[in-house]
């Protein structure tokens, strides 16, 4: 079965600094991984999908990256603003529709 | 517009009630899941369908019941036997192993 830790668990930090949420899964046989971006009360919304034969993907101040074969994948936010401040969540994927999330990482941007 | 709908955004059940939780997509998604969140615990996979009249248990099925009649649509019940009901609820579709989409959520509170 899948496991899914994403470091760290909370982030604060102050506005303009640039920064790295970190997932790591178990299982290196995926076809993808997504990265989700949830504000509180609200669903989920999808900022970046990486497929398994690409090493990252961009959407412009957010750089997702993979390495499969070591069960790694970074997101990277440059010059962070307040809001960015969500709880950030990954979900690697495979042929196996029961799919396993991370439990998230919680940002803060403080003005 | 293209999305996912659910409803109500707020449920109310007394102990021992049935209540049915609404999922509809325009996206002519063939796959469509469930998930359940509760604090500190991430998003858990209910149920999930890849394709019309077919659905498979996720992790915590238990007290849960699905239908998939028809594309567009997948109605979660959660009854009498989940003893521990009151969480968000978020439905999602893809299409096959590709992005998924999320709806705004339903908060479900025991009474």
């Known amino acids: 079965k899948q496991e899914v830790t994403q470091i760290p668990a909370a982030l604060s930090v102050p506005e303009g600094e640039n920064l790295v949420l970190n997932c790591s899964f178990t299982?290196?046989?995926?076809?993808?991984l997504q990265w989700f971006r949830q504000d509180p009360g609200k669903g989920l919304t999808s900022l970046l999908l990486i497929q398994s034969s690409q090493r990252e993907q961009t959407s412009g101040r957010l750089n997702a990256s993979l390495d499969k074969s070591s069960g790694r994948s970074t997101l990277y936010i440059a010059a962070s603003q307040p809001g960015d401040s969500a709880t950030y969540l990954c979900?690697?994927?495979?042929?196996?529709?029961?799919?396993?999330f991370g439990k998230g990482t919680l940002l803060t941007v403080n003005p | 517009d293209g999305g996912i709908t659910q409803s109500p955004k707020y449920l109310f059940r007394k102990e021992g009630q049935n209540v049915t939780l609404s999922c509809e997509q325009n996206l002519n998604h063939d796959a469509m899941y469930w998930y359940r969140q509760d604090p500190g615990q991430g998003l858990r996979l209910i149920y999930y369908?890849?394709?019309?009249?077919?659905?498979q248990k996720g992790d915590i099925a238990e007290g849960y019941s699905v239908s998939r009649e028809k594309k567009e649509s997948f109605p979660l019940t959660v009854t009498s036997a989940q003893k521990n009901p009151t969480a968000f609820y978020l439905c999602?579709?893809?299409?096959?192993?590709?992005?998924?989409?999320f709806g705004p959520g339903t908060r479900l509170t025991v009474l």
């Open positions: 979900l690697p994927g495979g042929s196996n529709y029961k799919l396993t």
């Open positions: 999602a579709s893809s299409s096959g192993a590709d992005t998924q989409y």
């Open positions: 299982d290196s046989a995926i076809y993808n």
């Open positions: 369908s890849q394709i019309v009249n077919d659905f």
